[in-house]
């Protein structure tokens, strides 16, 4: 299938942080086909291996399965459902929302619900609405009716989004962070062909509440080099200043130099760099960013891994739904297949 299609059944599938399986099985189908062996670790992380001619260096690439969302927290007497985040996630996002609670019995369809405005105080028209403020309404009678239709504390609950096209080449769904960069993975090893390193693909979990999976299967893997593949928000809205980001989609993928968590190895930057280059292939540059990817963690395992990331350029991460360039995209897995291919000349 193509990226598009992958990226496409990724999307609509649900895999909030610490519950990933609906993800983890559609990645073991789309990377079966590409690598000799693919294997699940202890944390439920899924690791392609792709075997060269020669065993090193060895190459492992990240994309994070998971999705910011949320977990039922309490079902109230009349059978509203209290929830938490899971990931950061703006408050101001959530009301309204149509979500999916992921039961045992299936998915519920419900909505975030709050206080109406029109018996809000004018003082509580003026304030942002707390999450711990809203409930989700999912039809039920009471508790017990909420509990016979399945619902559990600690159900993961998504949000209900549909991935469309939108225009010549853009097209909006949820979970874009990171659906994009496992959808880029998977082609990525479809590209490269025979190689002489060998490459670990691996499928991240619980990347948004702090790189854990990244943790475990970068300490197990011990890569000579490590390469997140993810999403960045872009600059290209209205409202944000040049100065924040000047990352815009459909400008090539983005290459991280600096990030909250990493700054990334200047070997692997200048490899990133020259291929592009020497390829024709458009990229950008960015730096300073307030968040990081599982190439934070990559970097520091054992003693060491040198480290960076390609990131596919990505309007409104952390929401319901995203908005990328299927073009970025492709450009993306396009770099990282070119670079890995050279990577015997770089380490």
């Given at each position: 299938m193509s990226l598009a299609e992958n990226l496409e059944k990724l999307s609509n599938a649900n895999g909030v942080a610490g519950r990933e399986t609906e993800v983890r099985n559609l990645m073991i189908k789309f990377l079966e086909p590409f690598a000799d062996e693919v294997v699940v670790d202890?944390?439920?992380?899924v690791i392609a291996i792709k075997k060269g001619k020669k065993a090193a260096p060895k190459i492992m690439l990240a994309a994070h399965m998971d999705e910011v969302g949320l977990m039922v927290k309490t079902i109230t007497k009349d059978g509203f459902l209290q929830f938490t985040k899971m990931g950061g996630i703006d408050d101001r996002i959530l009301l309204a929302q149509k979500v999916n609670v992921i039961t045992e019995n299936g998915a519920l369809p419900g909505v975030v619900g709050?206080?109406?405005?029109?018996?809000?105080?004018?003082?509580?028209?003026?304030?942002?609405?707390?999450?711990?403020?809203m409930f989700l309404d999912i039809g039920a009678e009471n508790r017990e009716d909420a509990k016979a239709m399945g619902v559990k504390i600690g159900d993961p609950i998504a949000f209900d989004v549909k991935y469309v096209k939108l225009g010549k080449d853009a097209v909006m769904g949820k979970a874009f962070d990171n659906r994009a960069g496992c959808a880029v993975m998977v082609e990525t090893l479809k590209q490269i062909g025979e190689t002489d390193c060998t490459i670990y693909a691996v499928g991240t979990v619980q990347e948004e509440l702090g790189l854990r999976g990244a943790t475990t299967a970068a300490y197990g893997v011990d890569p000579d080099v490590g390469i997140?593949?993810?999403?960045?928000?872009?600059?290209?809205?209205?409202?944000?200043?040049?100065?924040?980001?000047?990352?815009?989609?459909?400008?090539?993928?983005?290459?991280?130099?600096?990030?909250?968590?990493l700054i990334v190895h200047p070997k692997v930057l200048r490899w990133l760099i020259d291929t592009a280059v020497q390829n024709g292939v458009e990229y950008q540059l960015e730096t300073g960013l307030m968040g990081t990817t599982d190439a934070a963690r990559m970097s520091l395992t054992r003693q060491g891994v040198p480290s960076g990331t390609i990131s596919i350029p990505a309007r409104y991460i952390h929401s319901p739904v995203g908005l990328i360039s299927l073009k970025d995209a492709e450009n993306s897995a396009k770099l990282a297949a070119l670079a890995i291919q050279k990577i015997q000349d770089r380490f």
């Amino acid at each position: 299938m193509s990226l598009a299609e992958n990226l496409e059944k990724l999307s609509n599938a649900n895999g909030v942080a610490g519950r990933e399986t609906e993800v983890r099985n559609l990645m073991i189908k789309f990377l079966e086909p590409f690598a000799d062996e693919v294997v699940v670790d202890r944390l439920e992380n899924v690791i392609a291996i792709k075997k060269g001619k020669k065993a090193a260096p060895k190459i492992m690439l990240a994309a994070h399965m998971d999705e910011v969302g949320l977990m039922v927290k309490t079902i109230t007497k009349d059978g509203f459902l209290q929830f938490t985040k899971m990931g950061g996630i703006d408050d101001r996002i959530l009301l309204a929302q149509k979500v999916n609670v992921i039961t045992e019995n299936g998915a519920l369809p419900g909505v975030v619900g709050s206080k109406p405005p029109h018996i809000q105080k004018e003082d509580e028209r003026k304030k942002i609405v707390t999450y711990d403020e809203m409930f989700l309404d999912i039809g039920a009678e009471n508790r017990e009716d909420a509990k016979a239709m399945g619902v559990k504390i600690g159900d993961p609950i998504a949000f209900d989004v549909k991935y469309v096209k939108l225009g010549k080449d853009a097209v909006m769904g949820k979970a874009f962070d990171n659906r994009a960069g496992c959808a880029v993975m998977v082609e990525t090893l479809k590209q490269i062909g025979e190689t002489d390193c060998t490459i670990y693909a691996v499928g991240t979990v619980q990347e948004e509440l702090g790189l854990r999976g990244a943790t475990t299967a970068a300490y197990g893997v011990d890569p000579d080099v490590g390469i997140a593949l993810d999403v960045t928000f872009t600059g290209d809205t209205p409202g944000i200043k040049e100065f924040d980001t000047t990352v815009k989609m459909g400008k090539g993928p983005a290459l991280t130099v600096t990030d909250s968590g990493l700054i990334v190895h200047p070997k692997v930057l200048r490899w990133l760099i020259d291929t592009a280059v020497q390829n024709g292939v458009e990229y950008q540059l960015e730096t300073g960013l307030m968040g990081t990817t599982d190439a934070a963690r990559m970097s520091l395992t054992r003693q060491g891994v040198p480290s960076g990331t390609i990131s596919i350029p990505a309007r409104y991460i952390h929401s319901p739904v995203g908005l990328i360039s299927l073009k970025d995209a492709e450009n993306s897995a396009k770099l990282a297949a070119l670079a890995i291919q050279k990577i015997q000349d770089r380490f």
